[in-house]
């Protein structure tokens, strides 16, 4: 929180020059429900640390943790900086009808242009949080064993319903055919022959989602899974082939244990069908070759970038996590999240006297006069706006 030393040049020496951190005011965090204790309590924890007060919207989808939260924060933090709404759609649009000095949003890109188009009556400023199709393209070079590990970790963590989660694998039909077997492989080992029997595969949040994801199955061919059971929320860790990109599959964000296989003939024709469409909040591929991990990585764009893993850059405070484009805008976590709940102020604070010191930068102006003013303000400054 401390001011930042601004640089000075000739004519500001005698100056003091810094960057204070302000809050915001008034901030309105609505939170999601796949994660509902970590996202909504990360930029809580931020928000409050720098200065601001906080009404918190948690999902009423994980209804649950939204009723835990509403009882348990009032024991401990001071009920006249934060409030918490329950609702839903209803209360949150009421809520977006008043004015906040800061929003902060995670959830899907339709709800996004709904709170972005509320805060833009107030000109309210405002972190998107948002989702997408998050590519992951594997190179003909790579271990499929390797791959189908870490691919098939990261894509039914938390039964695929992770913003991050790789969305669909791009490669060539002969890696397709190595990997699956692969896939089937580290999928037993991981849930076992009956992983709807597995306590380290979770569920689907609720009915209206299970019935989505369900239909998706009908898309493509089913090559691994496929099973599911309305009455457990339960979807089988799930491999599709022969997907077309015109399928629902591959028009939305999956947010469920499926996992599609398009097939590309290399990296170019990998990258060029990631650039054609939205940027995602995520990218990965997978190469024993560094040169065409960097090619992925100089040639594209996401919100983030995991080369050979999944999303373990998730676990570094010290990397700002965020989007770009349709995947979101700004960024938080670890002291990301205190700058993006404060005003960087810039201050500039000059002696009250001195004044024989300032007679050069008023007017007239002689030739020798503007020599000296560029000559003084060098390099630290640009010209006029």
């Known amino acids: 929180m401390k001011d930042e030393p601004g640089s000075t040049n000739l004519f500001t020496k005698l100056d003091s020059a810094f960057v204070r951190k302000e809050p915001f005011g008034l901030v309105l965090i609505i939170a999601p429900w796949n994660y509902p204790v970590n996202l909504t309590l990360v930029p809580l924890v931020g928000a409050l640390a720098a200065g601001n007060c906080v009404v918190l919207k948690p999902s009423e989808i994980s209804r649950g943790t939204e009723k835990v939260l509403a009882e348990v924060l009032p024991q401990y933090l001071d009920q006249s900086s ?228 999944g999303f373990m850059y998730m676990t570094l405070l010290s990397l700002p996590f965020g989007g770009v484009g349709h995947s979101g805008m700004g960024r938080y976590r670890g002291k990301f999240t205190f700058d993006a709940f404060s005003h960087h102020r810039a201050c500039l604070l000059c002696p009250a006297g001195l004044e024989n010191l300032n007679n050069i930068r008023y007017p007239p102006y002689s030739d020798r006069v503007q020599q000296l003013t560029r000559w003084a303000l060098g390099s630290q400054s640009c010209t006029l706006l």
């Open 82 to 309: 934060f409030a918490v709404v329950l609702g839903g759609p209803e209360e949150m649009g009421q809520l977006l009808e008043h004015k906040f000095d800061y929003i902060f949003f995670t959830g899907s890109p339709r709800v996004g242009k709904i709170v972005m188009t509320a805060a833009a009556k107030h000109l309210t400023p405002v972190t998107l949080e948002l989702g997408g199709k998050n590519p992951c393209y594997v190179d003909d070079d790579c271990d499929p064993q390797i791959v189908a590990n870490r691919v098939a970790w990261f894509r039914y963590f938390n039964a695929g319903q992770t913003c991050v989660a790789p969305d669909y694998l791009l490669c060539s039909p002969e890696m397709q055919e190595r990997l699956l077997p692969a896939l089937q492989s580290t999928i037993t080992r991981f849930y076992g022959d009956d992983p709807q029997s597995s306590p380290n595969l979770g569920r689907i949040i609720n009915q209206k989602h299970f019935q989505r994801l369900r239909a998706l199955l009908g898309c493509g061919r089913v090559a691994i899974g496929g099973q599911s059971d309305e009455h457990d929320r339960y979807i089988a860790p799930t491999v599709l082939v022969d997907v077309q990109e015109a399928e629902p599959v591959m028009q939305e964000e999956i947010f469920g244990p499926i996992l599609p296989i398009m097939n590309v003939r290399g990296v170019d024709e990998a990258i060029e069908f990631i650039n054609r469409r939205e940027k995602p909040l995520a990218l990965y591929a997978f190469s024993n070759s560094s040169q065409v991990v960097n090619q992925m990585l100089e040639r594209t764009s996401s919100g983030s970038f995991g080369g050979n893993d």
